[in-house]
Each structure stands twice: as C-alpha cells, then as structure tokens.
C-alpha cells in the first residue's frame, strides 16, 4: 500500500513551452500533496501545498504562476511548469500522506526536466 | 521556524558494521513526529523509519533504529549489520503533524565498503 505514482518520470522541453506533471495516489485517497524540487546532491525543496478543491500554498519565492498546480480529486494532483526556462531543469517530487496516518508523507518516484 | 540540522555531508562505513548519522533539530513544539528517509541513486525516497515525540520508547525497523533525544532534540539513525544495499543519502526529516510540510536536513552521503 501507499504507493504515489509520477508521470512522466523523464521529460525534455524546448525553452518557452508549457510541461505538466502528474502526482497520482494509487491505492490511497490524499486530500493533500505535496510537491519538491531537487537539485543534485542537494536536499529537497518544498514548493507548495496541493488541496483537493481548494487553491494551493506557495512557498516563499516560489512563483504561483510559473508553476501552477491543481489538485482535482483525491488522487491526482498537477504540476504545470509555463514557459519553461533552462533554470527550471531539475528534478520533481510529489509527495502525500496516507489515511489516517497523514503525518507520514509517501513520495512519487520523481520526474527530471530538462529545458533546452 | 522549524530547522534541521544534519552537519555530516558524507560518511563511510564497512560491510557489516555499524554507523550512526546524526541529526538535530530546533522547535517550540511539543508533539511533532521525525523522520529519517532513505534516497538510493535511483533517487526514489524511501521511508526508512518514523518516531513521534510523544513517544519516550526509540522507534526500530529491523536493521535501523533510532536515539531520541528529545530534551537535547537530537535524533540519530543507527543502521547495524551495514549492507552495499544501505549506500544512499540519507534525510532526516521533521513535522508538525498530520498534512504537515516536511522540513528536511541537508542530507547525508552514506557509503559501505566491500
């Protein structure tokens, strides 16, 4: 059980387009995710809080309409990367917690994006 | 605000024998849950062992233990009986609670010797 799926787990992009991000729980409901970036060799960076059916929490100098996210259901959140530049490559992590122990965070398998 | 505080970047241990990583973290709270997660090279994090404050018993996952101190709000990982399988990086991790955002530590390199 808690198993959090990432798709894609790789992506490459042209400068200027748009890339999403799926974040899926897929044997458990999650009204709340949660997503990470990563730089090499680097700890994880907490970008913002996903809720089911309500508006997501930015993190301080994450910036909301470069990086949108939308949590539909309880099984799915997005991450929309808008006019990707060469500094957004890196590496995505989603992450959500489980029933009734939603003080343990499961985490997706990641998704590398490199911007060219 | 919360912070964790892993100031070992690397550290090497022989197949079979015992390591401990160090962790310290600073919060007013009193009940908060800690955590150590495990990044293999394939960079999936992986759960390696959860301790909730409240608790005055260390929390142990086979192999893996921890030591709680939480006066001193210290939280050390000990892995016994190393294997080449325990070569990560290894996170410690805080929350306030459930839903919470994880705060994590800078990480640490761990390598096991043949």
């Known amino acids: 059980g808690a198993v959090v799926s990432q798709h894609p787990s790789r992506v490459i992009c042209k400068s200027g387009t748009s890339v999403k991000i799926e974040c899926r729980s897929l044997d458990f409901q999650a009204t709340t995710m949660f997503w990470y970036r990563q730089f090499p060799k680097k700890s994880l960076m907490l970008m913002a809080t996903s809720n089911e059916g309500s508006k997501a929490t930015y993190e301080q100098g994450v910036e909301k309409d470069k990086f949108l996210i939308n949590h539909a259901s309880l099984t799915l959140s997005t991450l929309t990367v808008t006019s990707a530049h060469p500094e957004d490559s890196s590496f995505y992590i989603c992450s959500a917690g489980v029933g009734v122990r939603t003080d343990t965070q499961y985490f997706g398998p990641g998704t590398r994006l490199t911007v060219l | ?114």
């Open chain 2, 1 to 114: 605000a919360q912070t964790v505080t892993q100031s070992q970047p690397e550290m090497s241990v022989q197949e079979a024998e015992t390591v401990t990583l160090s962790c310290t973290y600073d919060t007013s709270e009193s009940d908060y849950y800690l955590f150590w997660y495990k990044q293999p090279p394939s960079r999936q994090m992986i759960l390696v062992i959860r301790q909730e404050a409240y608790k005055q018993q260390n929390a142990t996952e086979n192999r893996f233990s921890v030591n709680f101190q939480k006066a001193a709000k210290s939280f050390s990982l000990k892995i016994s009986d190393s294997q080449l399988g325990d070569a990560a990086m290894y996170f410690c991790a805080y929350s306030p609670g459930a839903n919470s955002k994880l705060t994590f530590g800078k990480g640490i390199t761990l390598s096991v010797r043949p």
